[in-house]
């Protein structure tokens, strides 16, 4: 039972322009959002977060949007580079387990 | 500040052999936490300690997985007897606090059972 889900496995977006990359979620109790990059052969490496208490978190190219009633998050990054192909999981910790559960990721590639 | 460390990187055994991999965390972090990654899926939740002690082990597949972290620093996963299912990445991470906060991973340890 899949409580974070991110449906797209894989997005192409061409240099320069916004990637936008989407996750659900099915417990409304989870408190703090994360998005993680993942490059070939390494370790996830955290991106950004936000809490469930904003709708937003900005940092540089990186936007975090949290849309509570929709329980759905999604990560804009405007503008797309090269540099940024990589896999993005989408995580959610829940206040009850203090678990952090995860998605199956997206595999984004910004074409130059 | 040294970042969460994990050995070996990689492990090549034999169906029924054993292995054990380890994690050392962030200095401080007093969270520590397995995660697998089969091919293509999810970053699975496996256990969770906090200092010492097991917070959460809903998340490990079987007995023949077993994990330690005497005096709440580095932790030992050990599968034994390892089967052909149990390859993938498998990931530490830390954080220093319960919840609401970043977790940290490590570079992953790669098995690989044949």
């Known amino acids: 039972d899949q409580q974070v889900k991110q449906n797209s496995p894989s997005l192409s977006v061409q240099e320069g322009r916004i990637s936008i990359l989407n996750c659900d979620y099915t417990?409304?109790?989870?408190?703090?959002f994360l998005w993680y990059k993942k490059y070939p052969a390494e370790g996830p490496t955290f991106l950004i977060s936000i809490s469930s208490i904003k709708d937003k978190n900005e940092d540089g190219r990186f936007t975090v949007f949290l849309n509570k009633s929709a329980k759905h998050l999604s990560l804009h990054i405007v503008p797309s580079q090269p540099g940024d192909s990589a896999v993005y999981f989408c995580?959610?910790?829940?206040?009850?387990?203090?678990?952090?559960?995860f998605g199956t990721g997206t595999r984004l590639k910004v074409l130059a | 500040e040294a970042g969460v460390t994990q050995f070996p990187s990689h492990s090549v055994i034999e169906k029924g052999q054993t292995v054990t991999l380890r994690c050392d965390p962030i200095s401080g972090h007093d969270n520590l936490y397995w995660y697998r990654r089969v091919m293509g899926k999810e970053i699975k939740f496996l256990l969770h300690?906090?200092?010492?002690?097991?917070?959460?082990e809903s998340g490990m597949p079987n007995n023949r997985f077993l994990a330690e972290r005497t005096g709440g620093t580095y932790s030992t996963l050990k599968v034994q007897p390892a089967e052909l299912e149990d390859s993938g990445v498998y990931f530490c991470?830390?954080?220093?606090?319960?919840?609401?906060?970043?977790?940290?991973f490590g570079e992953g340890s790669w098995l690989t059972v044949v």
């Open positions: 417990n409304s109790m989870f408190d703090y």
């Open positions: 300690f906090v200092k010492e002690s097991k917070q959460d």
């Open positions: 995580a959610a910790s829940d206040p009850g387990t203090y678990k952090y559960i």
């Open positions: 991470a830390s954080s220093p606090r319960l919840s609401g906060n970043t977790i940290y």
